[in-house]
T-cell receptor, first 115, second 114 residues
Framework: GESVGLHLPTLSVQEGDNSIINCAYSNSASDYFIWYKQESGKGPQFIID?????DKRQGQRVTVLLNKTVKHLSLQIAATQPGDSAVYFCAEIAAGGTSYGKLTFGQGTILTVHP | DSGVTQTPKHLITATGQRVTLRCSPRSGDLSVYWYQQSLDQGLQFLIQ???????AKGNILERFSAQQFPDLHSELNLSSLELGDSALYFC?????????????FGPGTRLTVT
């Protein structure tokens, strides 16, 4: 039968632009959120994390914003470079109960940076 | 190189068979996580072990099992394989059982079931 694949959102930017990748999460009880980058043929790579008691966290060229009111997470990449081209995933982690520690991943966004 | 190793890199087997995937965490990491990544399901968390004990369970089928050994390496056993089990299987490790959750992923094992 016909296979149905995920249709990932895509974002195309020019080198040097700032990129914003968005993620909606599902569990209001999630305690911890992570952004991963996955390049073609490689495993996911940790980028940055944020706890639910924060609304912003900055790393090197990246900033994560958390809006718990609307259950939204974003990753901002400053001065995007061709090497940033990859699939970006957000993940949420349950704080407690039977789902404690369980990671749930978003579907991913394909970022393409044009030189 | 994340420091996490996985073997084998590729595995081709037939339906109904059983396979074992192996993972060695980064030196000093006590937690091991297993993930499945397929085209139609995306990245799915399967199971986590911490220092030999099961810590958290995700979408792991009953046909699948895992364990973490005293030397902290882990194995994921997949049995009665079906075509739909074809996927990339990733192992990740982290220092702690809980936060911070900075996980380091291995290169993955690509399983093809024919």
């Amino acid at each position: 039968g016909e296979s149905v694949g995920l249709h990932l959102p895509t974002l195309s930017v020019q080198e040097g632009d700032n990129s914003i990748i968005n993620c909606a999460y599902s569990n209001s009880a999630s305690d911890y959120f992570i952004w991963y980058k996955q390049e073609s043929g490689k495993g996911p790579q940790f980028i940055i994390d944020i706890r639910s008691n924060m609304d912003k966290r900055q790393g090197q060229r990246v900033t994560v914003l958390l809006n718990k009111t609307v259950k939204h997470l974003s990753l901002q990449i400053a001065a995007t470079q061709p090497g940033d081209s990859a699939v970006y995933f957000c993940a949420e982690i349950a704080a407690g109960g039977t789902s404690y520690g369980k990671l749930t991943f978003g579907q991913g966004t394909i970022l393409t940076v044009h030189p | 190189d994340s420091g996490v190793t996985q073997t084998p890199k590729h595995l081709i087997t037939a339906t109904g068979q059983r396979v074992t995937l192996r993972c060695s965490p980064r030196s000093g990491d006590l937690s091991v996580y297993w993930y499945q990544q397929s085209l139609d399901q995306g990245l799915q968390f399967l199971i986590q072990y911490y220092n030999g004990e099961e810590r958290a369970k995700g979408n792991i089928l009953e046909r699948f099992s895992a364990q973490q050994f005293p030397d902290l390496h882990s194995e994921l056993n997949l049995s009665s394989l079906e075509l739909g089990d074809s996927a990339l299987y990733f192992c990740a490790s982290s220092r702690e059982a809980g936060g911070p959750y900075e996980q380091y992923f291995g290169p993955g094992t690509r399983l093809t079931v024919t």
